[in-house]
């Protein structure tokens, strides 16, 4: 069975009547990585916040979201919020955006956890310390009592992989995690994540419009346009024999920066 099948998607905005996704079908299956790339407002960000339910309100959505055969548009909002979190996870673009600003990253971190299991403080310091460490965040107790603008935007998106790797979650949803990054905590941050997903298993969904980063990452990719998606496959087919127009050109602008690279680097030997 697929953990995510999503069948004939459609959001739309009920203030303008603007349809942003107009008719998606898709799956991800059990353990692998679906990347969702394509340009600035084609609605990758839209497609996965339909799956958390978290678009805002004024935002509407139709069709079947199944997850682990359940479907997700027919739960009630508290049992949403029981899968958030501990089934579905999402790490954002925007660490600052993930953490409350007014209170140290340590109380978030307890809060959100002792939402999801019965442990004491002590059981989570131990926890979250731990993961922590894992993902190369040294001196973590300095750390949890921080405020997230004290923080790195590295370190914001470490924090919340070492939280994934607490909640185990089924479903990992990561919206552009290294977009707001320099290149060296991108490359870190990726390989955290490869990590993340060989230690426990979990089935991903990565957003990016790098296909550089996704192609490290994904076994299947969906490629969006204007609230469609244009073409899906494994993510060896899409890069090798990509289909439609928009496709092509991503994968031709790819190469060109990959040369491109290379061929700086050689300037550099
Ligand atoms: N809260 C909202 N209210 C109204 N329209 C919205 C809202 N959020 C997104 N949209 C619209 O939905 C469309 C898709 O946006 P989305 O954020 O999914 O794009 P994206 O592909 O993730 O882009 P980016 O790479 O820039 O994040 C855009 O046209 C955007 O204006």
Known sequence: MNIVEVEHLKVWDTNTGKVIIHDSSFEVKPG???????????????????????????????????????DLNQLSEPEMRRKRGKHLCMILQNGMSAFDPSC???????ETLQQHFGWNTREIERKIMNAM???????????????????????????????????EPDLIIADEP???????????????L?????????????????????QKIADDVMVMKDGSIV???SMHS????????????????????????????QEDL
């Open 32 to 70: 692998s990585c679906m990347a969702i790339v394509g340009e600035s407002g084609s609605g990758k960000s839209v497609t996965c916040r339909a799956i958390m339910r978290l678009n805002k309100p004024g935002i509407r959505q139709s069709g079947t979201m199944l997850f682990q055969g359940e």
């Open 194 to 214: 490869i990590q993340l997903r060989e230690r426990m298993g979990c089935s991903m969904m990565f957003i990016s419009h790098d296909l550089g980063v996704v």
């Open 104 to 110: 140290v990253i340590g109380v978030h971190i307890r």
């Open 133 to 167: 460490e894992s993902v190369m965040l040294r001196h973590p107790r300095e750390i949890l009592n921080q405020y997230p603008h004290q923080l790195s935007g590295g370190m914001l998106q470490r924090i919340m992989i070492a939280l994934a790797l607490v909640l």
């Open 238 to 265: 899409v890069l090798t024999e990509p289909k439609h127009a928009y496709t092509q050109y991503l994968v031709s602008t790819r190469l060109e920066l990959s040369n491109h690279f290379k061929a700086l680097m």
């Open 178 to 192: 290294t977009t707001a990054l320099d290149t060296i905590s991108q490359y870190e941050v990726v390989e955290q």
């Open 231 to 233: 073409e899906r496959g």
